[in-house]
């Protein structure tokens, strides 16, 4: 069943410190006021502006695997195919900010202020983040309440584009999910409008089948290291 | 402290509104227009220039003294109106056809800005014919090209082609950047430069044009 969503604004707002890392400042040295002003601007707007809104809908691992194999592009040793044989449950979500986030940050631009602009941008990308954890959250507790989880069992979000999954792979999961009745459509080059939005299979299964060494061949060209927190959370 | 003195500080505390009216007191006093850029909006952006290269301040200051330069610079244009701003280079830039992220592109545009280069920002979604013909028309000496996505780093591709096809490779440079360009793919498809940041697209556009 696809089931849409309209997250907590507070449940996805991203913490200061992240904000600001992400905006280069480092967390060992005091904030300038001026920058804690643009940092307070930024989330302002965003909280007034953002939709935060998903759509998620549980699959089997036979229906799941036209669409991981997607346009053919995959790499050979993709993580998650030797992953989702062996999950218990799996769901492809698709989520999003909203189309007026981003019609902030080019007016911010547009009037010069780069400072808010660039705030708000990595305000909205880090909520787009902490909503697909809520996902992961909202699936395991789905799943806690119908039995369907142990204390061995972890819920981890995989996404294409992402760890040997080829971003082409967008195109059948939104021929699956339909993440247009949330507003969000794709271009031929597979890049999602509004531009904070995510696209994901969450799977459940027991830890270990998550686990993995970040040695393979796509790693090197990866520029998004996220890996390790997620591996971290296997020992946790 | 001097009037440009003044200029160049308020702008590196990003104090847009005392730029604005410093700026309209230098013309005021009849300091000649491209003095008050030099030394007074330019010679700011260089010192916040090298101290975010030695990570002494950081990007929302960067931005905050960029959108002050901005506001002086506005009340200079009409002084420059036949010639337009003097600058060192002029620059074609923008995010290639196919993709919308534009926030790389922007930072870039903004930092070419401040060390006194002229901007011409396509926008995104650039169709390469735009790029050629562009840079072609204005006269700019570089084309920049920017992307996020692995599935649209052909149309940089083409933008080069496109150049030596219509013989302009050698008079217009190309420099490309964004999260899945490299060194060395910017090398295989023959882009004669390649920019990590914003800083650094500063300094690989200055050699480009020598
Ligand atoms: C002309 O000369 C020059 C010179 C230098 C130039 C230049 C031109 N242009 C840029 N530069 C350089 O200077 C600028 C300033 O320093 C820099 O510009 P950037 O534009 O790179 O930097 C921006 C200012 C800040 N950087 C960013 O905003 C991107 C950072 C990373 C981590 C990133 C983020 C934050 C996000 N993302 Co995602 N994201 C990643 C990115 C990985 C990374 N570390 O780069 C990337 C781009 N994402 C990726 C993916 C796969 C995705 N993302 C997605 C979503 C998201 C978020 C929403 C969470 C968020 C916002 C993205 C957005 N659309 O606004 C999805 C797509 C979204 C969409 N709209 O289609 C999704 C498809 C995941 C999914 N399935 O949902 C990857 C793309 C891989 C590919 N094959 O193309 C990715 C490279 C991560 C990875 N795997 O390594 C430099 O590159």
């Known amino acids: 069943m696809n089931t849409i969503v309209q997250f907590e604004l507070s449940d996805i707002l991203p913490r200061p410190e992240a904000v600001l890392q992400d905006q280069g400042v480092p967390g060992d040295r005091p904030v300038p006021d001026r920058i804690d002003a643009v940092f307070t601007q930024a989330l302002d707007i965003f909280a007034r502006s953002a939709r935060p809104t998903g759509t998620i809908s549980e699959l089997t691992a036979e229906e799941l695997t036209p669409i991981f194999r997607g346009e053919g592009e995959n790499e050979a040793d993709a993580l998650l195919a030797r992953i989702y044989h062996r999950a218990d449950n799996l769901a492809l979500f698709a989520l999003t900010m909203g189309s007026e986030v981003s019609a902030n940050i080019e007016k911010l631009f547009a009037d010069n202020d780069f400072a808010a602009g660039s705030m708000l941008d990595s305000v909205a990308s880090l909520a787009a983040d902490k909503a697909s954890e809520v996902f992961e959250a909202r699936f395991f507790q789905d799943l806690s309440s119908r039995g369907l989880i142990t204390p061995e069992h972890l819920v981890l979000g995989y996404s294409p584009g992402y760890c040997g999954w080829h971003i082409s792979g967008q195109k059948k999961l939104f021929e699956y999910l339909e993440p247009d009745r949330i507003g969000i459509s794709l271009n031929d080059s597979y890049l999602m409008t509004p531009l904070k939005s995510i696209t994901g299979l969450l799977v459940s299964g027991r830890k270990e089948i998550h686990q993995c060494e970040p040695h393979f061949g796509y790693c090197s060209s990866c520029k998004h290291r996220s890996c390790q927190e997620r591996l971290a959370r296997l020992v946790s | ?210």
Do not use: C, W
């Not at chain 2, 001097?2 to 160049?8: K, W």
């Not at chain 2, 996020?148 to 496109?162: D, H, K, N, R, S």
């Open chain 2, 1 to 210: 402290m001097s009037l440009l003195e003044q200029i160049s500080t308020s702008l590196q505390q990003g104090e847009d509104k005392q730029v604005f009216e410093l700026t309209n007191e230098a013309i005021a006093e009849g300091i000649p227009a491209k003095e008050i850029l030099d030394n007074g909006l330019i010679a700011g952006m260089d010192i916040i220039g090298e101290q975010f290269r030695k990570h002494e301040i950081f990007l929302p200051e960067v931005l905050l003294a960029a959108r002050a330069m901005y506001a002086g610079m506005d009340q200079l244009k009409p002084l420059f109106a036949k010639e337009g701003i003097p600058s060192i280079g002029k620059v074609v830039l923008g995010t290639v056809q196919g993709d919308l992220h534009d926030i790389g592109k922007n930072l870039v545009g903004i930092m070419l800005k401040g060390a006194g280069f002229d901007i011409i920002d396509l926008g995104k979604d650039v169709p390469p014919e735009e790029f050629v013909e562009t840079a072609v028309r204005e006269g700019a000496e570089v084309i920049g090209m920017s992307t996020l996505l692995t599935t649209t780093t052909p149309m940089m591709t083409q933008v080069i082609e496109l150049l030596k096809e219509k013989g302009f490779d050698s008079t217009i440079k190309t420099i490309v950047g964004g999260a899945p360009v490299s060194e060395e793919l910017a090398r295989d498809i023959g882009a004669d430069s390649y920019g990590y940041d914003a800083a650094s697209a500063v300094d690989r556009v200055k050699e480009l044009i020598g």
